[in-house]
């Protein structure tokens, strides 16, 4: 399966009204050529990020849009960018408008099938051992508090807020972090992985990468969809992350990720039915 920059494609609109790439310098300091002129429409593609995405082309070269809820992107890309993590270089941004260099690669669903499993799991902890190198103390108290306020409400989640923040780590070591860490935000391309889709939130530490990324190894939400069995291949991953990091080991940081995701879900949604599942069996 191919993906591009990270989104799987839906369906292609016709046209996207409005919108043109501006001539500019570039966004970041990666020394990219932005696109120019008015830009076509390839085919829309499909994120959880809450943006429209859309994959473009104007005369010079083929790039990804996305539009709304950009800025968090923005800003988390530039200051891992500006420490040398391989992501997409940033074309532009104006308004709440993002254009962003189209990674053509391997999804990791399709990289696992035959790739080099041990090669996916050095650029991982290569990644996290990075993250980690400059860290403090905080307390997450509160913001567990804050982003967990929904749970009470929710009907169908086996704990109260209390319950579930008495089993989370109160305090952690905040540091670089991504932001979305998943198997779905990494691509392989020309003999090397990449980071995509960064963004910056209110759990700012590797710990919680880590554990965002045990919502793929360890409940295969990117596996969700398929009849793929690559059990072995992301356990030998996450066995590493963990002897690394023990950390993360705690399931109940798995459980707050997928709360992420939880959210921007409803009743009846088989999202929201895998979900509830991993959450039982790691609660």
């Given at each position: ?27 970041d ?58 992501l ?34 050095d ?5 996290l ?71 910056t ?16 190894l360890?409940?295969k ?32 940081l ?9 959210r ?17 069996n790691?609660?």
């Amino acid at each position: 399966m191919e993906r591009a920059s990270g989104y799987q494609r839906s369906g292609p609109p016709a046209s996207i009204t409005g919108i043109t790439t501006l001539t500019n310098t570039p966004a970041d300091t990666a020394g990219a050529l932005r696109p120019v002129a008015a830009a076509s429409v390839i085919k829309e593609l499909y994120g959880h990020s809450g943006s429209q995405i859309y994959l473009m082309r104007d005369a010079n070269i083929t790039f990804v849009r996305k539009i709304g809820n950009v800025e968090r992107n923005y800003e988390r890309m530039l200051d891992l960018r500006a420490a040398a993590y391989p992501l997409p270089a940033i074309y532009g941004k104006y308004g709440d408008t993002l254009d962003l260099e189209y990674i053509h690669g391997l999804d990791m669903q399709a990289y696992l099938l035959t790739g080099d499993v041990s090669a996916l799991a050095d650029f991982i902890l290569d990644m996290l051992n990075r993250l980690s190198e400059r860290c403090y103390d905080r307390d997450y108290s509160d913001v567990y508090w804050q982003k967990l306020d929904f749970v009470d409400e929710s009907g169908d989640l086996p704990f109260t807020r209390q319950q579930l923040i008495s089993r989370l780590p109160s305090r952690l070591p905040a540091s670089n972090y991504h932001g979305d860490f998943t198997l779905e935000n990494i691509l392989y391309s020309n003999d090397a992985f990449y980071l995509i889709d960064a963004a910056t939130v209110e759990y700012n530490s590797f710990i919680f990468d880590i554990a965002k990324l045990r919502q793929d190894l360890q409940c295969k939400w990117f596996l969700r969809k398929t009849n793929l069995m690559l059990d072995v291949k992301v356990q030998y991953i996450q066995d590493r992350v963990l002897e690394r990091f023990t950390v993360a080991k705690e399931d109940a940081l798995v459980i707050l990720m997928l709360l992420r995701v939880y959210r921007h879900t409803c009743a009846g949604d088989p999202d929201r039915t895998f979900i509830l599942e991993a959450i039982k069996n790691l609660w």
